[in-house]
T-cell receptor, first 111, second 112 residues
């Protein structure tokens, strides 16, 4: 059984701080990694995708991938109260169209 | 405007009834998926389809059925065999090997 693990939180950070969200996965052959944001009562929204080792930046978001350690992270700089949501880590199975999701980390950004 | 639509947004079912949830996409994606989400929980895969006229069971397929007669459409039927169907149902689609998965707005099903 392929697994994606996340700390459920809640993770609380003050407004303006950096929020760091972490995810580990079990399938060494995985090639594609994604972060989704889900507001309460809404569907998940894709915010970052990463395929190669290293960092990928998009605005206030940075995704980090370390395939050797089977570890993906998401950094949110200058956190805003509007970033308060549950963040889901997802891994796509190599050569297949199947995705595995973590249970999500709830982030609270306090004004 | 490309995207995934789901209907209805809210659905109420009586005990013993079958209900069908609609999912349509105009992203030209080959793969489509159905997930179930319970309050405070992650996503659980019900069924997925990689191509028209083909689909595979996910982790919690019992009590559900699907069809994939058109590339754009992947309806989910919640049968009376599903004993605890109250949940948030999410449809998604994805493109080529590295491409992301996108979600529809969801259908909230409540059993009365």
């Amino acid at each position: 059984q392929k697994e994606v693990e996340q700390n459920s939180g809640p993770l609380s950070v003050p407004e303006g701080a950096i929020a760091s969200l972490n995810c580990t996965y079990s399938d060494r052959g995985s090639q594609s990694f994604f972060w989704y944001r889900q507001y309460s009562g809404k569907s998940p929204e894709l915010i970052m995708s990463i395929y190669s080792n290293g960092d990928k930046e998009d605005g206030r978001f940075t995704a980090q991938l370390n395939k050797a350690s089977q570890y993906v992270s998401l950094l949110i700089r200058d956190s805003q109260p509007s970033d308060s949501a549950t963040y889901l880590c997802a891994v796509r199975e190599y050569n297949f169209n199947k995705f595995y999701f973590g249970s999500g980390t709830k982030l609270n950004v306090k004004p | 405007d490309g995207g995934i639509t789901q209907s209805p947004k809210y659905l109420f079912r009586k005990e013993g009834q079958n209900v069908t949830l609609s999912c349509e996409q105009n992203l030209n994606h080959d793969a489509m998926y159905w997930y179930r989400q319970d309050p405070g929980q992650g996503l659980r895969l019900i069924y997925y389809s990689q191509i028209v006229n083909d689909f595979q069971k996910g982790d919690i397929a019992e009590g559900y059925s699907v069809s994939r007669e058109k590339k754009e459409s992947f309806p989910l039927t919640v049968t009376s065999a599903q004993k605890n169907p109250t949940a948030f149902y999410l449809c998604a689609s994805s493109g080529d090997t590295y491409n992301e998965q996108f979600f529809g707005p969801g259908t909230r099903l409540t059993v009365l």
